[in-house]
């Protein structure tokens, strides 16, 4: 079973590839017979390309969805937020010290009115993955964001979260400094907001890293977008010793949109573009834009203490038990 | 914090056998109506061999260097809050199975026979020094002490009793983290006691978390870390991430004492290491001065 996306996409890709040649065999071509045969190929190949990613994406399995939210194609926050937001600056640091830049975020322009945007941020290249610590936050990453929450409260803002990290970094470092502690912060700031907040799930709902900036009014999901109490092959090395059945615990932990809006533990699944996001990323901002748009327009009309009750509700009520 | 009365201290009714493990491992089990039939055990920590009447008269602690083995919630109610004062709720509630996963059925069947309760954290209210206060109380024994739906819903009605009711939270906390078999809703658990914690906070009500061994994970992460006070038993492991999780995130080198209780408080990350023998004496000075306001 393939293990990442790019090897899981490599039919698709070589055939992608194929038809890049085709096109670049036209351009070439004089003869304008000998032309129209290529084309018809080109035509033929795009067809097939099309049935190919139909085939693919329509019935991803619980792991394939793991391998596409990790893509590294994939719409990042930093994507989503130049896309559709003005004004955006990034702000820094939690001024205990420490500066974290596996969560990124800062006031801007949505939709027209002032927002403070919060997400986790993973890198493309081998640096900026570093420089990202693969998504991964420690606990200055979620303070930062605790000082964001406040500004929000205090200039009547309404958050946005991207949601999409593996797991909080579990270091030594992260560990010295509260990376518990911060999470739980982050969670018990979200609940003393009285803003409207709206989480979207973009690639990887990792755990604790992602519900301590998820604790929102509303909890959106990308259609191929995973979210999960631990990250497939944690729950394998625990369940089985054996962290190469991934795929057996992702289908085991029931993690993918379509199940946590099954479950009532999200509001909405967002559509992606034939084929994932990474294939179309401006009709994915769309799509994303439109949602959030729509939820955040429902939640600001209510008022401010009953926008706190809502979501102390909404968490209130989660949970499956018999009584 | 004051040195315990010592007159003031109630020395458990030994109600509770202990059966030792062929490993040297100390095993505690609440089996009702099995006589006691070891009078020599092995601790946990220096591998000394301990007699029992001694152990348990120590709180279960050894005599030689201090390791505070594990204990039944039973065990932990009878010995920090005031005698016959523990009102048992929340017994009604059943984890199910929501995501059908392996084996989950047959593991919480085999967990309800084995700590004769029905989840992982016992909960009520109760008294310490005639003073009310809400409880929890966890029990490792139970799948690992994890928090599923019920853990999370008992530990959210505990805070909330505290609140609505007017009296302190006391919980203690030994768990492995959120329960994995029940996946997203146990995630949610981790949202859900914190939101609870935060309306707890936003009543003036007083909310103590003791860290017994082990605090981790997802636990940690949400209500046991947001305490106004934590306290924390000697040497209890208190984590994020556990070191098969750490390990695969390629995490090699780690301090000696590194995820110990002494470890956090050596970051500041709690208020107190106390020994179970002080423990009731800690809370009730707590209780006392920070819940004073309430009994006005």
Same mark, same amino acid.
């Given at each position: 079973?393939?293990?990442?996306?790019?090897?899981?996409?490599?039919?698709? $890709?070589?055939?992608?590839?194929?038809?890049?040649?085709?096109?670049?065999?036209?351009?070439?071509?004089?003869?304008?017979?000998?032309?129209?045969?290529?084309?018809?190929?080109?035509?033929?190949?795009?067809?097939?390309?099309? $049935?190919?990613?139909?085939?693919?994406?329509?019935?991803?399995?619980?792991?394939?969805?793991?391998?596409?939210?990790?893509?590294?194609?994939?719409?990042?926050?930093?994507?989503?937020?130049?896309?559709?937001?003005?004004?955006? #600056?990034?702000?820094?640091?939690?001024?205990?010290?420490?500066?974290?830049?596996?969560?990124?975020?800062?006031?801007?322009?949505?939709?027209?009115?002032?927002?403070?945007?919060?997400?986790?941020?993973?890198?493309?290249?081998?640096?900026?993955?570093?420089?990202?610590?693969?998504?991964?936050?420690?606990?200055?990453?979620?303070?930062?964001?605790?000082?964001?929450?406040?500004?929000?409260?205090?200039?009547?803002?309404?958050?946005?979260?991207?949601?999409?990290?593996?797991?909080?970094?579990?270091?030594?470092?992260?560990?010295?400094?509260?990376?518990?502690?911060?999470?739980?912060?982050?969670?018990?700031?979200?609940?003393?907001?009285?803003?409207?907040?709206?989480?979207?799930?973009?690639?990887?709902?990792?755990?604790?890293?992602?519900?301590?900036?998820?604790?929102?009014? $509303?909890?959106?999901?990308?259609?191929?977008?995973?979210?999960?109490?631990?990250?497939?092959?944690?729950?394998?090395?625990?369940?089985?010793?054996?962290?190469?059945?991934?795929?057996?615990?992702?289908?085991?932990?029931?993690?993918?949109?379509?199940?946590?809006?099954?479950?009532?533990?999200?509001?909405?699944?967002?559509?992606?573009?034939?084929?994932?996001?990474?294939?179309?990323?401006?009709?994915?901002?769309?799509?994303?834009?439109?949602?959030? #748009?729509?939820?955040?327009?429902?939640?600001?009309?209510?008022?401010?203490?009953?926008?706190?009750?809502? $979501?102390?509700?909404?968490?209130?009520?989660?949970?499956?038990?018999?009584? | 914090?004051?040195?315990?009365?010592?007159?003031?201290?109630?020395?458990?009714?030994?109600?509770?056998?202990?059966?030792?493990?062929?490993?040297?491992?100390?095993?505690?089990?609440?089996?009702?109506?099995?006589?006691?039939?070891?009078?020599?055990?092995? %601790?946990?920590?220096?591998?000394?061999?301990?007699?029992?009447?001694?152990?348990?008269?120590?709180?279960?602690? %050894?005599?030689? %260097?201090?390791?505070?083995?594990?204990?039944?919630?039973?065990?932990?109610?009878?010995?920090?809050?005031?005698?016959?004062?523990?009102?048992?709720?929340?017994?009604?509630?059943?984890?199910?199975?929501?995501?059908?996963?392996?084996?989950?059925?047959?593991?919480? +069947?085999?967990?309800?026979?084995?700590?004769?309760?029905?989840?992982?954290?016992? &909960?009520?209210?109760?008294?310490?020094?005639?003073?009310?206060?809400?409880?929890?109380?966890?029990?490792?024994?139970?799948?690992?002490?994890?928090?599923?739906?019920?853990? @999370?819903?008992?530990?959210?009605?505990?805070?909330?009793?505290?609140?609505?009711?007017?009296?302190?939270?006391?919980?203690? %906390?030994?768990? @492995? @983290?959120?329960?994995?078999?029940?996946?997203?809703?146990?995630?949610?658990?981790?949202?859900?006691? &914190?939101?609870?914690?935060?309306?707890?906070?936003?009543?003036?009500?007083?909310?103590?978390?003791?860290?017994?061994?082990? &605090?981790?994970?997802?636990?940690?992460?949400?209500?046991?870390?947001?305490?106004?006070?934590?306290?924390?038993?000697?040497?209890?492991?208190? @984590?994020?991430?556990?070191?098969? +999780?750490?390990?695969?995130?390629?995490?090699?080198?780690?301090?000696?004492?590194?995820?110990?209780?002494?470890?956090?408080?050596?970051?500041?990350?709690?208020?107190?290491?106390?020994?179970?023998?002080?423990?009731?004496?800690?809370?009730?000075?707590?209780?006392?001065?920070?819940?004073?306001?309430?009994?006005?």
């Amino acid at each position: 079973m393939a293990t990442n996306h790019n090897e899981w996409e490599k039919p698709l $890709r070589d055939l992608e590839e194929g038809i890049d040649k085709l096109k670049e065999l036209a351009r070439k071509e004089s003869d304008p017979a000998k032309r129209t045969v290529i084309d018809q190929r080109i035509i033929d190949f795009e067809a097939r390309r099309d $049935r190919f990613i139909d085939v693919f994406y329509a019935n991803l399995g619980p792991w394939e969805k793991v391998l596409v939210a990790r893509a590294q194609k994939r719409p990042y926050t930093l994507d989503y937020v130049q896309s559709m937001f003005n004004d955006f #600056v990034e702000l820094d640091g939690d001024r205990r010290g420490f500066v974290d830049h596996a969560i990124v975020g800062g006031p801007a322009t949505f939709d027209g009115k002032p927002v403070m945007v919060v997400g986790h941020q993973k890198g493309r290249n081998i640096q900026d993955r570093q420089f990202r610590n693969f998504g991964m936050a420690k606990p200055e990453g979620y303070r930062k964001a605790i000082r964001m929450f406040d500004m929000a409260e205090r200039f009547r803002m309404p958050v946005i979260t991207f949601i999409d990290t593996p797991a909080a970094d579990p270091g030594v470092e992260s560990e010295s400094r509260g990376i518990s502690e911060a999470i739980a912060a982050g969670m018990f700031k979200m609940f003393e907001l009285t803003v409207p907040t709206v989480s979207i799930v973009i690639g990887e709902g990792g755990s604790g890293g992602a519900i301590g900036i998820a604790a929102s009014n $509303r909890v959106l999901m990308q259609e191929h977008a995973v979210y999960s109490v631990i990250p497939p092959e944690g729950c394998a090395a625990i369940l089985w010793r054996m962290p190469e059945r991934a795929p057996d615990a992702a289908k085991a932990l029931k993690l993918t949109a379509q199940h946590a809006k099954a479950f009532g533990i999200i509001d909405e699944i967002v559509a992606e573009p034939k084929g994932g996001a990474h294939r179309d990323p401006l009709e994915a901002y769309l799509l994303v834009r439109e949602a959030l #748009v729509r939820n955040l327009g429902e939640v600001s009309q209510m008022e401010p203490c009953e926008i706190q009750a809502d $979501r102390y509700r909404k968490f209130r009520s989660m949970g499956n038990f018999s009584s | 914090m004051m040195t315990p009365d010592a007159s003031s201290f109630i020395v458990p009714r030994s109600s509770f056998p202990l059966i030792p493990e062929q490993k040297g491992i100390l095993f505690l089990l609440s089996t009702k109506g099995a006589s006691r039939t070891e009078a020599f055990l092995q %601790c946990a920590g220096c591998k000394k061999t301990l007699f029992s009447v001694d152990f348990e008269q120590n709180l279960r602690v %050894c005599n030689y %260097c201090g390791h505070h083995h594990r204990l039944p919630a039973q065990t932990r109610i009878e010995i920090t809050f005031d005698e016959g004062s523990f009102e048992e709720l929340d017994t009604e509630l059943r984890s199910l199975n929501p995501l059908e996963f392996p084996e989950y059925a047959e593991k919480l +069947v085999s967990a309800v026979q084995k700590t004769q309760t029905n989840d992982s954290v016992t &909960t009520g209210r109760a008294k310490i020094d005639e003073m009310p206060v809400s409880v929890a109380v966890a029990d490792f024994a139970f799948m690992g002490g994890s928090m599923g739906s019920v853990a @999370g819903e008992k530990i959210t009605r505990t805070l909330e009793r505290a609140a609505d009711e007017r009296m302190p939270a006391i919980i203690f %906390c030994a768990s @492995g @983290g959120a329960r994995m078999q029940e996946g997203l809703f146990s995630l949610m658990q981790m949202a859900k006691t &914190t939101a609870a914690a935060q309306r707890c906070s936003r009543a003036g009500v007083p909310y103590i978390a003791v860290f017994s061994d082990p &605090t981790m994970a997802g636990v940690l992460a949400s209500y046991a870390s947001i305490a106004d006070v934590i306290l924390a038993e000697p040497k209890a492991l208190v @984590g994020f991430a556990g070191m098969r +999780v750490s390990k695969q995130a390629g995490v090699s080198k780690v301090p000696d004492d590194f995820q110990t209780a002494e470890f956090v408080f050596g970051h500041g990350m709690l208020d107190r290491i106390v020994p179970r023998k002080e423990m009731r004496a800690s809370l009730t000075s707590l209780v006392k001065t920070l819940g004073g306001h309430l009994r006005r």
